[in-house]
């Protein structure tokens, strides 16, 4: 393996540890200790019909993932973010305090960033092994 391989491997793996604790802490904190609070803030409208604890763990995140899209690009109107911002366009991200959105910034943001860097480590895996 070339050295600029083992750089790149070497940087990518270490981002992609970073990435995964930085995404189980901050799970970890929003789920326990700031979900309710955040909830109380956005005031998705998947709340309304329901509470928070009985959906299931894809609609609990998809709902998360768009306070996520809500703090990250607050003026996008197209795509996944778009509807986001159609659903919480009652919340201004500027009045989310910043102990409810680093947690959530934390987890989605680590997942993301952690995915391309997995996939980094894979493509420079197999680069350097056909060489």
Request: net charge positive; glycine share 4%.
């Amino acid at each position: 393996m070339s050295e600029y391989l083992s750089v790149a491997l070497q940087f990518s793996f270490t981002l992609f540890i970073i990435c995964t604790f930085t995404f189980f802490i901050s799970g970890a904190y929003l789920l326990f200790f700031k979900i309710r609070y955040a909830n109380d803030l956005f005031k998705h409208p998947y709340l309304l019909t329901r509470s928070f604890n009985q959906y299931s763990w894809s609609i609990k995140m998809t709902i998360v993932l768009d306070y996520f899209l809500r703090i990250s690009f607050p003026k996008s109107k197209t795509w996944v973010a778009g509807n986001a911002n159609e659903l919480l366009k009652h919340i201004d991200p500027q009045d989310i305090p910043t102990n409810v959105k680093w947690p959530i910034v934390g987890l989605w943001a680590g997942c993301f960033i952690g995915m391309i860097a997995m996939l980094t480590v894979w493509a420079v895996l197999i680069i350097g092994i056909s060489k």
